[in-house]
């Protein structure tokens, strides 16, 4: 799942080092929407370096989303 426009410069415009609970203060400082404020909230708990460093967490899991759902149809 591609990050959308507004969470993309969100990341670009974050001050690295930050925080999983960092990037949730600033992103509902921005009024980031609901889905990009949510799929923050999955980040694991620890410091990132870069905002590359989340978007390979958030591309991650939603490879492991897809994985997920793919295994559930199969088995049906």
Not at 41 to 57: D, M
Request: charge should be negative; avoid cysteine.
């Amino acid at each position: 799942m591609a990050v959308s426009p507004a969470l993309d410069a969100f990341l670009r415009n974050m001050e690295y080092p930050a925080t999983k609970d960092d990037l949730l203060r600033e992103a509902a400082r921005e009024r980031l929407n609901p889905s990009d404020l949510a799929r923050l909230e999955h980040l694991p708990e620890q410091s990132f370096s870069a905002g590359w460093h989340i978007r390979y967490h958030l591309a991650h899991r939603a490879l492991a989303d897809i994985t997920a759902a793919s295994r559930s149809l199969a088995s049906a």
